[in-house]
C-alpha cells in the first residue's frame, strides 16, 4: 500500500496581484533586489577597471559566471527541499554582508584584484541557489490564475531596475568612488530581507495537470511549512514515496531522499512532462538566438553602420520600451488566449525583427525595428516564463526554474564571444540571420508540439 501526503487546503484568492498588498511586499523586495544588483555591478566594473589591465577586468566581471553556471542545478534542489522564501532570505543576507564587507575594507584600504574577484564568485555561487528560489517564489505568493500577471509585473520591475541602477551606481562612484557605490548597493540589497520576511506564503496544491508525475516519480502535494519547505516531519522531502505492510503495520519510507536523487527526480519529472521539455527547448533556442545579437553584435553593428554610441544608445532603448509594453500588456490583462500559439507566434516574429535589424542602414529604421524587437521578445518571454510557473508542479518549481536558468544565464552568454568571432569572419547580415533562424526555431518547436501549442494560462 503506498500512502500520499494530502495536501493543506489553499487559502482563498487576494484578489488581482496589482491591488494584493503580499504581491507588492514581494514585488518591492524583488526590485530593491534588482537595482542593488545594478549598482553592484557598476561599481564592480569600475573598480576592476582602476585596479588592473582591462583584461583582467573582463576576467573579474565574467568569473561568477562559471560557479553560477556549475551550481545552479544544485541551487534548484536546495529552492526546493528548504523552500524559496527562506533561500531567498538567506541569499539576500549573504549578498548584503559580502557587499558590504568589501565596501568597508575599500574605504580603508586597496586590496586589489583578488578581492574582487572573491566577490564575484561569491556573488556567482549566491546567485546559484537565488535565482531558482526567486523563480520558485511567485507560485508561493499568488494563486495560479494570478501568476501571469505577476510575471508581468516582474518584467517591469527587472526594466525599472535597469534604468535606474546604472545611473545609481553611478552616482555612487562619482560622489566617493567604488567603495560608496558598493555601500549602496549593499544597502539596497538589504531593503528586500525585511520585505521578504513580512511575504505570506500560501499553501499551494500541486499543479492540476495529468503530466505533472511521470513514470517513477510520485508527486505529493506541498507540505504545510510557512516556507513552503519539505515538512520536518517527512524525513524525504516534497516527492518521498512511503510504503506500509499490507496487514495494516506502520507505514516507514522506503528510502530518505538525497539532494541527487532530489536533482535525478527533477530532471525526470522535467523529461517526461509534455509541455515544460519543449518549453525549455523553446527557451532555449530563443536566447541562443537572441542574447549574441542583441548585446555585442548590436555594438558591432552600430560601429559599422557610424550610428555612434549615441545611435547604439537610441536602438537599445527603443528595445527596452518595447519590452516594457509587453510586460505591462501582461500585468494589466493577467493572462492572453492560447498563451502557446500566442508565445510562439511572438517568437517568429521577433526573430524576422531580428534578422532585419542588421539590414536597416539607418538610426530611426533600426529604433523601429528594435522596438518591434522589444516587444515580440518581451512577450514571448513573459508567456514562456508564465507557462513556465503555471505548468510545473510547485514542489518542483525550484529545479524547473533551475534548468530554464542554466540555458538563459549559462549557455545563452556564450553565444556572444562567438558572435562576434562569427561577425568578424561573414560580416553582421549573415550573422544576424543566422541567429534568427536560431530563435525561429524555438517558435517552430512551440508550434509542432501539440500540447505546447495548445497550453493555456489560468483565468
Given at each position: ?7 493543506p ?75 524559496p ?19 568597508a ?12 574577484a ?24 499568488t ?14 520591475a ?59 516519480v ?109 510586460a ?18 511572438a ?55 533551475a ?57
Amino acid at each position: 500500500m503506498t500512502t500520499t501526503v494530502i495536501p493543506p487546503a489553499v487559502r482563498p484568492p487576494a484578489g488581482p496581484a496589482h491591488r494584493d498588498g503580499n504581491v507588492l511586499r514581494w514585488l518591492g523586495a524583488y526590485t530593491a533586489s534588482m537595482i542593488g544588483d545594478n549598482v553592484f555591478y557598476i561599481a564592480l566594473s569600475w573598480a576592476a577597471v582602476r585596479s588592473g589591465t582591462p583584461s583582467q577586468a573582463g576576467l573579474v566581471m565574467a568569473v561568477s559566471a562559471v560557479p553560477r553556471a556549475l551550481l545552479m542545478l544544485g541551487g534548484g534542489v536546495v529552492a526546493d527541499r528548504f523552500g524559496p522564501r527562506r533561500v531567498v532570505i538567506g541569499s539576500d543576507a549573504v549578498r548584503c554582508a559580502a557587499v558590504l564587507t568589501v565596501a568597508a575594507l575599500l574605504f580603508v584600504a586597496r586590496p586589489g584584484l583578488w578581492l574582487l574577484a572573491l566577490l564575484a564568485v561569491v556573488f556567482g555561487i549566491v546567485d546559484a541557489v537565488f535565482m531558482p528560489a526567486v523563480g520558485a517564489l511567485p507560485a508561493r505568493v499568488t494563486g495560479r490564475d494570478q501568476l501571469a500577471r505577476v510575471q508581468g509585473m516582474r518584467g517591469l520591475a527587472v526594466r525599472f531596475a535597469n534604468v535606474v541602477g546604472a545611473p545609481l551606481g553611478g552616482l555612487g562612484v562619482a560622489l566617493g568612488g567604488s567603495a560608496t557605490a558598493f555601500a549602496l548597493a549593499g544597502l539596497l540589497i538589504a531593503v528586500s530581507v525585511p520585505l521578504l520576511i513580512s511575504v505570506r506564503m500560501r499553501e499551494t496544491p500541486p499543479a492540476d495537470d495529468a503530466n505533472t508525475a511521470p513514470a517513477g516519480v510520485e508527486a505529493v502535494g506541498p507540505p504545510g511549512d510557512p516556507d513552503g519547505a519539505p515538512a520536518r516531519g517527512d524525513v524525504s522531502g516534497p516527492h518521498a514515496r512511503v510504503s506500509g505492510a499490507e496487514d495494516g503495520t506502520a507505514a516507514v519510507p522506503e528510502r530518505p531522499a538525497t539532494a541527487w536523487r532530489d536533482l535525478r527526480d527533477g530532471l525526470r519529472y522535467i523529461r517526461g512532462h509534455q509541455v515544460l521539455a519543449p518549453l525549455i527547448v523553446t527557451i532555449a533556442l530563443g536566447d541562443l538566438g537572441f542574447v549574441g545579437p542583441l548585446n555585442v553584435g548590436l555594438a558591432l553593428l552600430a560601429d559599422r553602420r557610424g550610428w555612434g554610441a549615441s545611435g547604439m544608445g537610441l536602438v537599445v532603448a527603443a528595445f527596452g520600451a518595447g519590452a516594457g509594453a509587453a510586460a505591462l500588456l501582461l500585468a494589466w490583462r493577467g493572462t492572453l488566449p492560447r498563451a502557446g500559439s500566442a508565445g510562439a507566434a511572438a517568437l517568429l516574429g521577433g526573430s524576422v525583427a531580428i534578422g532585419a535589424l542588421a539590414q536597416v542602414p539607418g538610426v530611426g529604421a533600426a529604433v523601429g525595428v528594435a522596438l518591434a524587437i522589444g516587444l515580440l521578445a518581451g512577450l514571448s518571454g513573459a508567456l514562456c516564463g508564465a507557462l513556465l510557473q503555471t505548468q510545473s508542479d510547485p514542489a518542483y518549481l525550484g529545479r524547473v526554474t533551475a534548468v530554464a536558468g542554466i540555458v538563459s544565464l549559462g549557455l545563452a552568454p556564450l553565444s556572444m564571444p562567438l558572435t562576434a568571432a562569427a561577425i568578424g569572419w561573414w560580416g553582421t547580415g549573415p550573422v544576424f540571420a543566422g541567429s534568427a533562424v536560431v530563435c525561429g526555431l524555438g517558435g517552430v518547436v512551440a508550434l509542432a508540439v501539440r500540447d505546447l501549442r495548445r497550453a493555456e494560462l489560468p483565468r
